[in-house]
């Protein structure tokens, strides 16, 4: 298991970032949680993890970050796979891309911070 230091930049209220902190609870990866104040002053460590968006939620995996929440679902499902846990998508690339589907509806369909 690559566990490592992990640590979670996010908003309390984001779905986005409930959607990261459920799957590595899902996963039993311990991590670190940072609230950021996403309508004040971002943290250096934000704006230097995710350049591009400077939004939560950022997956901080042994210094390196990981940005998007379904990009990071994806990462934490692929560094974290073993026989204890559950895959976070189906395995069947069928069942999969439906699962991508429903979430890429929710992601804009919905609006959550």
């Known amino acids: 298991m690559s566990e490592g230091e992990v640590v979670v930049l996010n908003f309390w209220p ?12 899902e996963k039993g990866v311990k991590f670190e949680y940072k609230e950021e ?3 004040g ?22 210094g390196k970050p990981v940005c998007e929440s379904n ?3 994806e990462y934490i499902d692929e560094v974290w796979k073993d ?3 559950p895959s976070l998508l189906p395995s069947d690339p069928y ?3 439906q699962s991508r589907f429903w979430t890429d509806f929710i992601d804009k369909k919905t609006f959550f911070i």
């Open 83 to 85: 026989d204890k846990t």
């Open 41 to 62: 002053q971002k943290t250096d460590l934000l704006l230097q993890s995710n350049p591009v968006h400077k939004k939560i939620p950022v997956l901080i995996h042994n």
């Open 71 to 73: 990009i990071i679902v």
């Open 37 to 39: 104040d996403v309508f």
């Open 95 to 97: 069942h999969k891309a």
């Open 14 to 25: 984001s779905m986005f970032g409930a959607r990261v902190i459920m799957a590595l609870e």
